[in-house]
């Protein structure tokens, strides 16, 4: 033993110019920029991540279309220049304003993924006739809006404003309609895991009184039978929200939707149970073609219109199904053949 570290202190004087120039290319390649690089997509078995107690087996799978974007550094900036399929994205287009950290970025995407889980688990009991009931919902400061000055930070946890709490972000704004701007009201948040006590000042926008910061609600269900849905931290956002409703509704109920194929798509789960919109559609069909899934699931709109351009473009030979909300989406898995 006293040998090697003999051998390494001799090699560290002899070598130290050398190995100071590799750490500071290291460091140097590896400072951040303000910038994510997409460098393509895949599909994911959302089945190994969500588990109906005593749910039913599918012969094929449903699977989460996704994107890879890495954190962008020096070495990832240049080599998007380099190869053909990495994408440069602005790191404040993710953002409200440049006050916001990257951190502020990642809690909304956590955010999402919790709110699209929620309301799965409601529309996938619902639809499959299943007991499912509201157990908690969590009122969480999204954005600051640079115009007010506000002592609201982003990810605040409100708890009350003077006193009262509510269910839905309609009753508090309807508690601040009977405010008027510049009134200040007593605002309870949770943050950083202790709560404090804050003065806010009221504003007023397009004739509404507000407290000047953009807010989210994040709702828990209880649902029997007992459904576990465990997403990786990397794996945020809202948009598997319409595959892990069929998942879900899959393991609830005796008919298998896959019928033997592996089906991917992708798109949000909104409250009334419509499919929203999302980005990077392209690179998700891409991912789904190299993946060999037979069906790609598109929300309607504009995301089906730019998927079926760029599946003439491409040449490709996944089928795309058009979905307006998650009752269409049912009815149309149940027609494949």
Request: neutral net charge; proline residues 2%.
């Amino acid at each position: 033993m006293k040998k090697i570290l003999n051998y390494i202190k001799n090699l560290i004087k002899e070598e130290y110019k050398f190995i100071i120039f590799l750490l500071l290319i290291y460091l140097t390649l590896n400072f951040p920029v303000n910038y994510y690089i997409t460098v393509g997509g895949g599909t994911s078995d959302v089945a190994s991540r969500i588990k109906v107690t005593d749910g039913y087996k599918s012969k094929g799978s449903l699977n989460i279309s996704y994107v890879t974007q890495l954190k962008g550094t020096i070495c990832t900036y240049v080599l998007s220049y380099i190869i053909p399929t990495w994408e440069r994205d602005d790191a404040n287009n993710y953002k409200y304003d440049e006050s916001e950290s990257i951190e502020d970025v990642a809690f909304r995407g956590d955010l999402d993924l919790s709110t699209a889980n929620g309301t799965a688990t409601y529309w996938a009991y619902t639809l499959a006739n299943k007991k499912v009931t509201e157990k908690d919902s969590n009122l969480y400061v999204i954005t600051t809006l640079k115009e007010f000055k506000t002592s609201l930070k982003v990810q605040d946890q409100i708890l009350s404003i003077d006193g009262n709490s509510y269910d839905t972000i309609e009753e508090y704004k309807a508690y601040l309609q009977t405010k008027k701007a510049n009134d200040i009201v007593n605002v309870q948040v949770k943050r950083n895991f202790k709560t404090k006590d804050l003065k806010v000042k009221l504003h007023e926008s397009e004739g509404s009184v507000m407290l000047g910061v953009g807010l989210q609600y994040v709702k828990e269900y209880d649902a029997e039978p007992n459904v576990d849905i465990s997403f990786n931290s990397s794996e945020s956002g809202p948009s598997g929200g319409l595959i892990t409703t069929l998942e879900i509704y899959n393991q609830l109920t005796k008919k298998d939707l896959t019928k033997g194929l592996k089906i991917a798509g992708t798109g949000t789960i909104e409250p009334d149970g419509t499919i929203g919109q999302i980005g990077g559609v392209e690179h998700k069909i891409l991912g789904a073609e190299s993946d060999k899934a037979d069906v790609f699931l598109v929300p309607a709109g504009d995301n089906y219109k730019d998927a079926k351009k760029y599946k003439k473009e491409k040449k490709l030979k996944i089928k795309l199904i058009e979905v307006k909300n998650i009752k269409d989406a049912l009815d149309k898995l149940e027609e494949l053949k």
